[in-house]
């Protein structure tokens, strides 16, 4: 099962919104709704920010928000802050395990 | 709450074996679905594998990199799950989670135990 593929990077000022796409085949996002996004910081384990493509787990600020369309998802974030600064993972079911992406850093300039 | 704790991280020649552990607390090992994830120095996150709950059969899948030498069990009595490793590699080298998979989510993480394969 190859990679999900994320863009390296994508940066965007404080307020701004960034998207990050990722992108798979028919048999991983594009085959099930089960698409999640992952947040991680330096040293930290990752945390969940998005789960079955656009929802949101309790405690996640709506300025995070998740959408699919065929093979690819993709993850905004709105009104960007400083904390938003991290790496971010995408993952999706795959028929019997699950598969992520390559990672994307986002940089808040 | 929900926690999650592993152990048993450490410096291994290649070829050796290791066994990690993940001590959870807030939720019951044996109905819940578990899985280990890993990632190498300065790369992305890797499925390792994933066991189901008992009442669904408790099999274990593998990632092709892993299958045939790791292994996922749990002790249902220490509530603990563990991750058996053979045959170790270089490749290895990485930061194991314990995490919660249910129903496409990765809900819940440890914070990682390192592996380092070297001689």
């Known amino acids: 099962q190859s990679a999900l593929t994320q863009p390296r990077s994508v940066s965007g000022s404080p307020g701004q919104s960034v998207t990050i796409s990722c992108t798979g085949t028919s048999s991983d996002v594009g085959g099930y709704n089960y698409v999640s996004w992952y947040q991680q910081h330096p040293g930290s384990a990752p945390k969940l920010v998005i789960y079955?493509?656009?929802k949101r787990p309790s405690g996640v600020p709506d300025r995070f928000s998740g959408s699919k369309s065929g093979n690819t998802a993709s993850l905004t974030i709105s009104g960007l802050q400083a904390e938003d600064e991290a790496d971010y993972y995408c993952c999706s079911f795959a028929g019997t395990l699950y598969v992520f992406g390559t990672g994307t850093k986002v940089t808040v300039l | 709450e929900v926690q999650l704790v592993e152990s048993g991280g450490d410096l291994v020649e290649p070829g050796g074996s290791l066994r990690l552990s993940c001590a959870a607390s807030g939720l019951t090992v044996s109905i819940a679905w578990m899985s280990w994830v890993r990632q190498a120095p300065g790369k992305g996150l890797e499925f390792v594998g994933r066991i189901k709950s008992k009442t669904d059969g408790g099999t274990a899948d593998y990632a092709a990199p892993v299958k045939g030498r790791f292994t996922i069990s749990r002790d249902d009595s220490k509530n603990t799950l563990y991750l058996q490793m053979n045959s170790l590699k270089t490749e290895d080298t990485a930061v194991y989670y314990c995490?919660?998979?249910?129903?496409?989510?990765?809900?819940?993480w440890g914070q990682g135990t390192l592996v380092t394969v070297s001689s």
């Open positions: 995490a919660t998979v249910t129903s496409g989510r990765i809900a819940y």
């Open positions: 079955d493509v656009s």
